[in-house]
């Protein structure tokens, strides 16, 4: 995607050797790239969230690995290098699949041949990240045009999303965001709702930040506002990410997409969820199963803005002796979900859906 007229993705090696990264605790307010130089680097970017979303987590520790390689390619360090990582954030799937893909790949290999060959996988899996999330466009770029046609093919389509699912999230292009820059370019008169996503405010600082430099109009709300909008017919369809989906269709993402999918199933608005098929987990079959991340009680305590001076000040929002409780995700049932949009195509959010998909995954299928 585009940033001041010039295409970024979000990771890449410079030609310095290392990888770069949009460092994205300094957005919206700046914008600014970080170079990673080791392992330990790239888990403390992904551990404290300079890096986040699901396919970019696993993109960030693909490669950790190459960068732990470079440094020492013996079997202990690709052992050392995979634990730090796996590690660094529980819940996202797409972050042990990652890392299995790498030591697949290194393993084989002589250690003398193992640092190329580790930055090599890692940008095999950029580019099919930016692949995939291209196709979950075009699939979801259907699913709108569909949904604008049942209401007329008049107005305007407002869209509905939760946290931030957009090339930030990825490598390139996005996942819940891909349909949307697709139906904008394509000049589909799309609208979006953005929740500002509480604690980390990643719908109101990444998603509203990311629609703004591509042109899409949009609108920032309170997390609590959704459900009053879809009462009073604001809302046309509601499309979020996945950190994890597993094999029979529920769904963990950002805490609070729970509850915007209860009122979307209450006021019969299509509920959908964009993934790559790398953020399913076949081995799972419940979602209350998952590995549920909490954090920081400081994420929720504090906020980071903007003075009317232009300086950046972190500030207190509420008392300091009461206690807090930071829970990162939430699980949504595969019963509240319209359909699953994946690189393949749109599917129920069911274990029959799934496969009918990827039917190579049946065995392992739970």
């Given at each position: 995607?585009?940033?001041?007229?010039?295409?970024?993705?979000?990771?890449?090696?410079?030609?310095?050797?290392?990888?770069?990264?949009?460092?994205?605790?300094?957005?919206?307010?700046?914008?600014?790239?970080?170079?990673?130089?080791?392992?330990?680097?790239?888990?403390?970017?992904?551990?404290?969230?300079?890096?986040?979303?699901?396919?970019?987590?696993?993109?960030?520790?693909?490669?950790?690995?190459?960068?732990?390689?470079?440094?020492?390619?013996?079997?202990?360090?690709?052992?050392?290098?995979?634990?730090?990582?796996?590690?660094?954030?529980?819940?996202?799937?797409?972050?042990?699949?990652?890392?299995?893909?790498?030591?697949?790949?290194?393993?084989?290999?002589?250690?003398?041949?193992?640092?190329?060959?580790?930055?090599?996988?890692?940008?095999?899996?950029?580019?099919?990240?930016?692949?995939?999330?291209?196709?979950?466009?075009?699939?979801?770029?259907?699913?709108?045009?569909?949904?604008?046609?049942?209401?007329?093919?008049?107005?305007?389509?407002?869209?509905?999303?939760?946290?931030?699912?957009?090339?930030?999230?990825?490598?390139?292009?996005?996942?819940?965001?891909?349909?949307?820059?697709?139906?904008h370019d394509a000049g589909l008169p799309v609208h979006v709702w953005v929740d500002e996503t509480r604690p980390r405010n990643q719908g109101a600082s990444l998603t509203a930040y990311e629609l703004g430099a591509h042109g899409v109009p949009h609108t920032i709300i309170a997390d609590n506002t959704g459900g009053h909008l879809m009462q009073r017919g604001q809302v046309d369809i509601a499309i979020v990410g996945s950190d994890r989906t597993t094999s029979r269709g529920?769904?963990?993402?950002?805490?609070?997409?729970?509850?915007?999918?209860?009122?979307?199933?209450?006021?019969?608005?299509?509920?959908?969820?964009?993934?790559?098929?790398?953020?399913?987990?076949?081995?799972?079959?419940?979602?209350?199963?998952?590995?549920?991340?909490?954090?920081?009680?400081?994420?929720?305590?504090?906020?980071?803005?903007?003075?009317?001076?232009?300086?950046?000040?972190?500030?207190?929002?509420?008392?300091?002796?009461?206690?807090?409780?930071?829970?990162?995700?939430?699980?949504?049932?595969?019963?509240?979900?319209?359909?699953?949009?994946?690189?393949?195509?749109?599917?129920?959010?069911?274990?029959?859906?799934?496969?009918?998909?990827?039917?190579?995954?049946?065995?392992?299928?739970?």
């Amino acid at each position: 995607m585009r940033i001041f007229g010039r295409h970024f993705r979000t990771i890449w090696r410079g030609d310095d050797g290392g990888v770069h990264i949009i460092d994205q605790t300094r957005l919206p307010f700046a914008f600014e790239i970080a170079v990673l130089n080791s392992v330990e680097q790239a888990a403390h970017a992904i551990r404290s969230m300079m890096v986040r979303g699901a396919p970019l987590i696993g993109a960030t520790a693909a490669y950790g690995i190459a960068l732990a390689m470079r440094a020492d390619a013996t079997d202990d360090s690709l052992a050392r290098a995979a634990t730090l990582l796996r590690k660094t954030r529980p819940t996202a799937v797409n972050l042990a699949w990652a890392l299995d893909q790498m030591v697949a790949a290194l393993s084989p290999c002589p250690p003398g041949d193992r640092a190329d060959r580790a930055f090599s996988r890692a940008a095999e899996i950029c580019d099919a990240d930016v692949a995939q999330c291209e196709s979950i466009g075009r699939h979801g770029l259907a699913v709108f045009e569909k949904r604008f046609g049942e209401k007329g093919g008049k107005g305007t389509l407002n869209v509905l999303t939760h946290c931030n699912a957009g090339w930030l999230a990825c490598v390139d292009w996005g996942t819940a965001l891909a349909p949307i820059y697709k139906a904008h370019d394509a000049g589909l008169p799309v609208h979006v709702w953005v929740d500002e996503t509480r604690p980390r405010n990643q719908g109101a600082s990444l998603t509203a930040y990311e629609l703004g430099a591509h042109g899409v109009p949009h609108t920032i709300i309170a997390d609590n506002t959704g459900g009053h909008l879809m009462q009073r017919g604001q809302v046309d369809i509601a499309i979020v990410g996945s950190d994890r989906t597993t094999s029979r269709g529920d769904v963990c993402n950002k805490v609070g997409t729970y509850l915007k999918a209860l009122a979307a199933f209450d006021t019969k608005v299509p509920f959908y969820v964009a993934l790559p098929s790398t953020t399913i987990d076949w081995s799972m079959s419940d979602g209350a199963a998952i590995p549920i991340e909490e954090r920081d009680a400081r994420e929720l305590s504090h906020i980071i803005g903007r003075t009317e001076t232009g300086a950046l000040e972190t500030v207190a929002i509420y008392p300091p002796e009461s206690a807090a409780l930071n829970i990162g995700f939430d699980v949504t049932p595969a019963r509240l979900v319209t359909g699953l949009i994946t690189e393949r195509g749109t599917c129920p959010a069911s274990r029959d859906g799934l496969l009918a998909l990827f039917p190579e995954h049946a065995r392992a299928a739970a």
